[in-house]
Antibody
Framework: QITLKESGPTLVKPTETLTLTCTLS??????????VGWVRQPPGKALEWLGV???????RYRSSLKSRLTITKDTSKNQVVVTMTNMDPVDTATYFC?????????????WGQGTLVTVSS | ELVLTQSPATLSLSPGARATLSCRAS??????FAWYQQKPGQAPRLLIY???KRATDIPARFSGSGSGTDFTLTISSLEPEDFAVYYC?????FGQGTRVEIK
């Protein structure tokens, strides 16, 4: 059974770097075709696609955040890590990681519960 | 940059009614198009992918259609658990959501 779980700080200060970890269970990012993505949702607002990393280390990032975002994988720990630099209060959101449905061109079929990150001094 | 515009923003319907949700793309897109349902405090749930394929364990009352720039999610007969927010998704873009509320 596929599960994902996000972990990381709940509060970061403006200008700091956010690092979130997504721990995977029931599948491996070393398996051909597998991908994991990140999506965020500001309180009361819509979903926002951030990026995806695939089994072969192919990565795609949201254009407007490309300079601030990095997604990496650690297959030995079965984890995916996202870092976002220069955090701002507008980055306050619930951050989700999600499994990419195989062959779906990036659609997410299993999601973590999400973790709320607040950016405030 | 692709923009997905969902309409209406809010749909007020009674249980048992038919719900029709629309998503219009700012440019023609492939049929790698998805719909999600999200309830308060929960992660989204994939309902439809490839425009018309139901995801695993999704009831048959949910159906998707469309191509090019216009896509539709239809719920044939609303159940109490279907009142939620629905998002369309293509590539790096989500729509702004349609809230389906109880009338």
């Amino acid at each position: 059974q596929i599960t994902l779980k996000e972990s990381g700080p709940t509060l970061v200060k403006p200008t700091e770097t956010l690092t979130l970890t997504c721990t995977l269970s029931g599948f491996s990012l070393s398996t051909r075709g597998v991908g994991v993505g990140w999506v965020r949702q500001p309180p009361g607002k819509a979903l926002e696609w951030l990026g995806v990393i695939y089994w072969d280390d192919d990565k795609r990032y949201r254009s407007s955040l490309k300079s601030r975002l990095t997604i990496t994988k650690d297959t030995s720990k079965n984890q995916v890590v996202v870092t976002m630099t220069n955090m701002d209060p507008v980055d306050t959101a619930t951050y989700f990681c999600a499994h990419v449905l195989s062959g779906s061109q990036g659609k997410f079929d299993f999601w973590g519960q999400g973790t709320l990150v607040t950016v405030s001094s | 940059e692709l923009v997905l515009t969902q309409s209406p923003a809010t749909l007020s319907l009674s249980p048992g009614a038919r719900a029709t949700l629309s998503c219009r793309a700012s440019q023609s897109v492939s049929n790698y198009f998805a719909w999600y349902q999200q309830k308060p405090g929960q992660a989204p749930r994939l309902l439809i992918y490839d425009a018309s394929k139901r995801a695993t364990d999704i009831p048959a009352r949910f159906s998707g259609s469309g191509s090019g720039t216009d896509f539709t999610l239809t719920i044939s007969s609303l159940e109490p658990e279907d009142f939620a927010v629905y998002y369309c998704h293509h590539g790096q873009t989500f729509g702004q959501g349609t809230r389906v509320e109880i009338k």
